[in-house]
């Protein structure tokens, strides 16, 4: 087992790893809620309806097709999370962090060393609960379950980055970023970056990192980064009036992108450089098989597999279709 699964969680972010240690990480999570079979029904009938009216004007419309990551989980077989990592704190990055913790119970939860505060008014669009919830979690007693880890860059570790006896690489989670000064700054310069390595290669997670952080990590990481395979777009791949001249060190093979308004992606940043990305506007999921020598890359949204790879073919154990071989 070595699988990476990047949700389509409307205009959040989510990830997961199935380690071949048997550990599952989560990477921030977004819609997700324990609801009743008929909410859930009646939920997917407005999706498929909107989706079929939208495809008719050449939008594969997966943005109103979203998964909720407690179902994808449990669809996997996972019956606990041994690490959940929260990039930085911000909503629709802990979406439903209440009903997924009371359905998984996480062991370890990473965190970063911040005092934020946020106030809900009526009409807001997340949770209240969800961040008392994170809250209470970083504000109590670090020996409380779950274990709140704190990490800063270069950090190493029995399980994320060495085995039980202290050597080897455990579970190939490399933290690149933040530092205590960038955590002090700036929400979105605290952002967890997290490298991680597989036999098949290199996926790098970004958050929602800013400027600052790209330089820290360029100085600092510069090998561990350079032509990566596979590169999650910092803040879903939006513009966010950021520099992207990380990119050309980065260089990344394939990068995944999350939902937003066309407008507000930084598609040029990508395109100048003669960069591949996906969206989850288009993949649905996207789902990596890291079990080497190469990172096969699959979707679940048959119609864009098919658009890509006319030979594309469906993986029974993996739920998704053949897209590429990087």
Known sequence: MGIFH?????????????????????????????????????????????????????NYAQKRNP?????????????????????HPDMDHMDGIYALFEQFAPVNFWDTNNAKEIEFGEGAPYREEDW???????????????????????????????????????????V???????????????????LYRSEAGRILLAGDSHDGTWEHVLDAHRKDVENVDILVAPHHGRKSGRCCDFLDVVNPRLTLFGNARSEHLAYSAWTSRELCYITNNQANCVVVDTNGPSMKVFVTNGQFARDVNPNTEFNDDLGAFHLVDL
């Not at 704190?150 to 570790?157: Q, S």
């Not at 690149?176 to 997290?194: I, M």
């Open 6 to 58: 990047f949700l389509n969680v409307i205009d959040g972010a989510c990830s997961i790893i199935q380690h071949p240690s048997g550990h599952t990480t989560v990477v921030d999570v977004c819609n997700a809620s324990v609801e009743s079979i008929a909410e859930r029904l009646v939920k997917e009938a407005l999706a498929k309806a909107l989706v079929d009216k939208e495809k008719a004007g050449g």
């Open 67 to 87: 998964v909720n990551p407690i179902e994808y989980l449990r669809g996997l077989g996972v019956a606990s999370i041994f690490r959940f990592i929260l990039t």
């Open 132 to 174: 008392l919830f994170y809250k209470d979690i970083r504000d109590r007693d670090s020996t409380t379950s779950p274990k709140r880890l704190v990490l800063y860059t270069g950090a190493h570790g029995q399980f994320y980055n060495r085995n039980e006896d202290g050597k080897g690489g455990g579970d190939g989670l490399h």
């Open 176 to 194: 690149l970023a933040p530092t205590k000064d960038l955590v002090e700054d700036d929400y979105n310069d605290a952002s967890y970056v997290v």
